[in-house]
Structures are given as structure tokens and as C-alpha cells.
DNA sequence: ACTTTTTGTGCAATCGTTTGCATAATATGT
DNA sequence: ACATATTATGCAAACGATTGCACAAAAAGT
């Protein structure tokens, strides 16, 4: 087996006490000579120790250990976002473990039961919906916990997000002033708080605009490409169907598109196209997507940041941050009229 | 804190070990009565006990966890594989622990070096390079240890992977019976085993069909986005240059379609494309991509499947087990020419 | 009725660390 | 020169589980 503690205590002749208190730098209280650190220390690099984190974790109860909860591993905004954290969680000596809930809620709850089986020491999460029990159940057992992306309505907690509101509200914006009048919106999970927000947006924007809400242009029911496809496809064969389609997520969008390609609908000649996320192939394809991109390194940054926050200090009162997303304009959009009525909005969102 | 043995040894009167064989179904050696069963696990539940799988661990030297070693989560090829292994691990109690090694080798000793120390189970890894002499230590040392779509060839190894050399030819194949003479082939990263393999294919069809290899047109240093944009404006500016490009990866292939977008290149029209991989979004493009797949789920459930049988037989042979990936036709190649010379070849890779 | 086997339970060691407390040796202050 | 402070080290008890061994009681075999 490897060397352990007492491998170096019997070579050296020190005791366990010591060999520990020199090769783990935490407890400065005692001193040690800087003789015997030397020696133990050389002796720990001979052996090729290598502290078991096992033991180390039973005893300190600490694992070093962040749980991160996903809805969509193979999403790639959320695949981005796990890389980011993984890199941003290791410049402070912490490790992740990575659960995929599948947009799922009851694998949702079976993963955070084996999250906290793990011991992490803490949480980042993007839930899938508005069900927040199995969380509040966490945070009241004092385990920090912040939430990225998708928000809670009704729970206090340290939180992380995009202004969802305000950038479903430049996206419309921007298509009504190039002048679309008749703008689809295809929403992800209804329930989600990205999907409800995005609607909010949408609608306060037709509202500020003075445009009906056609309720019947408002379709979708969940985040996956599917749900893009086979709503474009009902949009198409409607008696009156739409200039323009705005599209909660990228997945969606990829839907979109292929029913778009199907049904040989060229953009933006025949049908305007803006997105809500801002995946790295969008500037790939021909023509490039106009869409609403996310600050999502900015977003991993201050969610790490909130969570170290509270888990030095538990006590503190809740933040929630939101940011703001920017509309990265490319080719997907027919101007169809001279400008006539600009609307602005502001981003007057709390 | 949470509720251990001895709590519900305390309440029930029985003693701890009693309790933990009970509640550890693995020791059927020793009897138990079931009137005592029924007691403890009753108690159990009401106390809602979950074992501290960190003690335990400590105890059997086993963590049920794999680690996953991959070069690129961000890349959707990764990101589901990662997501299948984790799928296909969860249904034998396992779970995973991800790294990602940014297709750098030293990152990649780092982070195995991360997984040894947490203990982990078994390896199921995606290396960078052809530098295996990190991993033949692993497997000297014992740990089981499997490659998945990264291969090494001086290694003696249990591995899954799909036939590079059979993918590369079929591709190519099809491109050259599409009447194409100047194919182009952009590589990812040199010494890769992936990338040279498809090398290899390449060369083989144009061999086999009697077409000299220009080593002009063949390009390329890395599997990202933008080696492929830079390479393809690279060829476009030749004076001869190729009538097709054979992609070496789905994030080429991104780099590849910007590329031909900004220089407002069409295709199949004016340039034709065939790409190994087959993410998810190739059928959204238009027109969409005709693509090398690769059957993911076959190999990460093989992958498994080695794994666990190395751990249950650690003196066993190793195996090398090559998948056939299959010709996705779609709408990116141009036919220049009516049929002539049909090339055909055989599957006779090893 | 007396061995032998089976069944049910408990004792105590162990896994590799960390850390509060005790203590010996040395240094410092007066 | 003596009291006190500082420095350097070791002892032993945790952390929460698993498991070989011992042993009593009950069942089975003769």
C-alpha cells in the first residue's frame, strides 16, 4: 500500500503527532523546528507520501468537495458553465462533483441525497423548476447553497443570474423596431424561472409597443431542441403565422432550425430569428443567429464567490445578483419596414 | 449531526455490529434474526440514517467512484459521453468524478494524480496524448484502468474506441466517388491518436485510388474551432485550391463553417465538406453536414463493461475492442462529375 | 441425554488522519 | 538564581463505519 503517516513516523522517529502537524499546514498553533520539519519533509517526498483525503475528510468533516446540480450536462451552455466552475473552484483547493438531473426533479432530489451523502461542503445548483422543498431542507441544515442560473421565487437564498426579463425585452425590442409586428415566442419548461421570466419579458415589451398578445403565437413546453422543431413546424401551418420567432434557449433554437430547413424557409428572407443564450456555434452557422448572450464566466465567478462568502459566513443575509445580458446582433433578422415607432425600454428590472 | 450506528444502536438496545449488518446487506456470512431486522431497519428509517459513505469508504478501501478523465467537456462529443458513462455507472451503484485535462498533458498528470487520491475505484479515460507513462504506472499499480476513443499504441491496455482508419476511409471514399480530386483533410492534434489514425484513412483511399498525396492540403494542429477557421482560410487562399475538406472533428468542423461563411463560400455549391463526429447539431445546419458517427452509447457501454470486468478479474488479458462507425449522407457534398472510377474498400482494419 | 451444528449477538481492532492536552526542555525576564 | 514564557514534541481520543473472532443459546442429530 502507500506510505501513510506512520511510515514516516517510524522512519524519522518522530511521532505521528508531528509528522501530521509538518506535512499539514493548517495548525500553526504548535511549532515545530525547523530541523525536524526538514527532515520530515524530505522523508514524506522520498516515500512519495500522499495524505489519504479519506481519513482526512472522517476526521476534519470537511471534504473539499463542491456538489454542482446541472439540468443538462450535454447542454452546452451548461457544459460550459461546468468547466468554468471546475476551473474556478480549483484555484481555492476545491473539487467538484457533477450530477446531470436531466431536467428532472425527482432525479433532481435522488441526486442532492447523494450529494449530501458525499459530504461536499457545499452547493451550486441550477434547478430544474420552481420546487425548492428538498433545497430550503438543506439550507436550513446550514449547508451553503447558491443557486446559478435558474432562480427561486419564493426562497431567500444567495443567488446568481442573468436579468432574464430584461433580455428577452431587447431581443423583442430589437424585432419589433426592425419592424416585425407579428413575433412567435417559443417558451422552454414552463415553470422554470428562465422560462417564465423570458415570457415576461416578451410580454411587457408587446405591451410597451402596444401590440396584442396573441396567446396562440406563445407555444413550447420545455428546454430540448424537440420542442423547437415541432412548434416551428405548428407556427408554419398557421392561417397567419408569424414574421419572426424569438426562442427561450439555444436547444430550441437547434429545433427551430432544422424544422426551418425542413420546410425550406430561408432566413431571414422568409422568417427572422433571434435566441435567447449564445452557444458557441451560433456564430458558426450561416446565416449567424442574433441572440442574447451571457456573461456566463462572470456568472461562475460570483457564484463561486457567493458561496465562499457564505460558507465563511453563515449568518450573513442573502444576495442575488443579477446581470446583464447583451444582444449580439448578426444576420438572422429582415428589417421589414422603415423605422416608424422606436420603442426604448430601460432596464428598470430590480 | 446526522444520525450514525450508534445512535440507533443506542435506541434499539442491539449492539453497532448488529446494526451495521443489518443495514449492510453485504455480510450475509452471519445470520440475523428477522424480528431483529424488522426492529433496526424500522428504526432506521424513523431516525433517517444514511451511512457516511466517507467512514466507510475508510474502512473497505473502496470508493465507489470512477474516475473520468476527459480532454474537453465543453466539446458535446465529451459532454455525452461523460453524460452516458454517469448514466450507464449510476445503474451499478457507481458514481463518477469528472476531470477535465483541457487537452493538456501536464493538467492531465495533475489531475489523475487527484483521482489516485481520491481513491477512486477504476479509470475510464480519454487521454490527451500518446504520453502514457503516467497511466502505465497507474495500471502496474493495480488500478483498473480503461481507455475510451483515445487509444495508445505502445500500450497494452483494455480500450473501446471506433475505427479512426475505417472512418477516415468511408469518408473519403464517398467524397472521391463524388467525382472529388483535391480533398483537403484538416487534423486535430498531431500525436493524438484520434487524429492520426484518421490520417491514416485518408492517405489509405487516396492511395488506393491513385491519387497522390499533396501534404499541402493536409493542415491542422489542434481539434478547436479555430484551427479549423484558420486552416480553411488557409486553403481557400491557395492557388489550386480543394474542391472538398475532410474535417478531423465536429469543432473543426464549427471553425471550418465560419470560415467558409466570411469568405461567403457555398456550400455544397462551391466547396463540399465531410466531418468526422456527429454532434448533435449537424442535422440543424443547413445544409446539414454529412458526418463520421460515432456509436457513443455502444462504446461508453462497452467502456463499462471492460471496467468491471477488469475489477472483477485484475490478471485477465487485456482487450482492445474497435467499433465501426458508420457514413451519415447529407446534403454537403456536391457530385462534380458523373460516376467513373468507383472506388470501393473493405473493412480489413485489425 | 449428550454431542454437534446452527443461529444470533457482541467485543474490540482497524482504516489514516487531526488535534486538545500534557509535558519536557529551553529561553527569557527580573 | 528563580519564576515565567516559549518552543518542541508525544499521548491518546476522536471521526463512523466494517468484520474476524468468540461465545451463548437454541436446534438438530445420534
Known amino acids: 500500500m502507500s506510505t501513510k503517516l ?25 511549532s515545530i523546528s525547523a530541523e525536524t520539519t526538514r527532515i520530515i519533509k524530505k522523508t514524506a ?6 495524505p489519504n483525503i479519506i481519513a482526512r475528510s472522517l476526521r476534519t468533516e470537511q471534504t473539499h468537495e463542491i456538489g454542482i446540480l446541472v439540468p443538462d450536462i450535454s447542454n452546452p451552455f451548461f457544459s460550459t458553465i461546468v ?30 441525497r447523494q450529494l449530501l451523502d458525499k459530504r461536499v461542503d457545499g452547493l451550486i445548483i441550477a434547478a430544474v423548476g420552481q420546487e425548492a422543498k428538498h433545497f430550503k431542507e438543506i439550507v436550513k441544515r446550514g449547508i451553503p447553497l ?7 421565487n419564493d426562497f431567500d437564498v444567495d443567488a446568481v443570474s442573468v436579468d432574464n426579463v430584461y433580455g428577452a425585452m431587447i431581443a423583442v425590442q430589437y424585432l419589433l423596431n426592425e419592424g416585425h409586428q407579428r413575433v412567435a415566442f417559443i417558451q422552454g419548461l414552463p415553470g422554470t424561472y428562465a422560462s417564465d ?17 396573441d396567446p396562440t403565437i406563445i407555444v413550447g413546453s420545455d428546454f430540448r431542441a424537440f420542442n423547437g422543431y415541432i412548434e416551428t413546424k405548428h407556427l408554419l401551418s398557421m392561417k397567419n403565422p408569424p414574421t419572426a420567432i424569438f426562442s427561450a434557449s439555444d436547444l430550441i433554437t437547434l429545433g427551430v432550425l432544422e424544422a426551418l430547413r ?15 443564450d449564445d452557444p458557441y456555434f451560433t456564430k458558426y452557422l ?4 442574433t441572440a442574447v448572450a451571457q456573461p456566463i464566466e462572470r456568472m461562475v465567478e460570483i457564484a463561486v464567490n457567493l458561496l465562499f462568502r457564505r460558507m465563511k459566513n453563515p449568518k450573513e443575509q442573502s444576495r442575488r445578483v443579477l446581470l446583464e445580458p447583451s444582444l449580439i446582433i448578426r444576420n438572422s ?18
Do not use: M, W
Not at 333 to 350: C, D, F, H, Q, Y
Open 262 to 276: 425542413e420546410e425550406k424557409k430561408i432566413i431571414p428572407q422568409e422568417i427572422s430569428l433571434v435566441t435567447f
Open 333 to 350: 433578422v429582415l428589417r421589414v419596414s422603415k423605422l416608424s415607432a422606436i420603442i426604448n425600454i430601460n432596464n428598470t428590472n430590480s
Open 197 to 213: 421570466e423570458r415570457k415576461k419579458g416578451y410580454c411587457k415589451v408587446l405591451d410597451i409597443a402596444g401590440i396584442p398578445i
Open 6 to 30: 506512520k511510515d514516516i513516523a517510524q522512519k524519522t522517529g518522530f511521532s505521528l503527532s508531528t509528522v501530521s502537524r509538518v506535512l499539514h499546514k493548517g495548525s500553526q498553533k504548535v
Open 146 to 152: 447558491v443557486t446559478l442560473d435558474r432562480c427561486f
Open 45 to 50: 517526498e522520498d516515500l512519495g507520501y500522499r
Open 83 to 112: 468547466k468554468n466552475l471546475a476551473s474556478e473552484l480549483r484555484k481555492f483547493g476545491y473539487g467538484t462533483v457533477v450530477y446531470d438531473t436531466d431536467e428532472n426533479t425527482s432525479l433532481e432530489e435522488e441526486s442532492l
Open 286 to 289: 450561416s446565416p449567424a443567429i
